[in-house]
């Protein structure tokens, strides 16, 4: 009886029937296939050149439009305004280097 309960055992541990390859396993491989060269490429880089590897990584992410125009409201008089290099008119303060992640 024990003999026959460990060849059991023994068959369902390596079924005959199941392919080896699944499409689970193939899609696993192919990412590590091409997610540990590129990672290790991306790791390797940002130590060697760190300013360029934050500019290249900030360009990625950076928005291309132009700077917006925006008023800035605790500048309330013309004399301050242009103190700061900016322009009044409309009774505002005007800024034309406003970032929109400011």
Known sequence: MLSNFKAKKKNQRFPTDKPFWTFNKIVLG???FLGLP?????IIY???YPASSSALFSSLTSN???PYATSIPWIDNAAECQDTQREWHDNKCWDKEHSPSF
Do not use: D, G, R, V
């Open 30 to 32: 192919l990412a590590l």
């Open 38 to 42: 590129i990672s290790t490429f991306i």
């Open 46 to 48: 940002s130590l060697f």
């Open 64 to 66: 291309k439009q132009s």
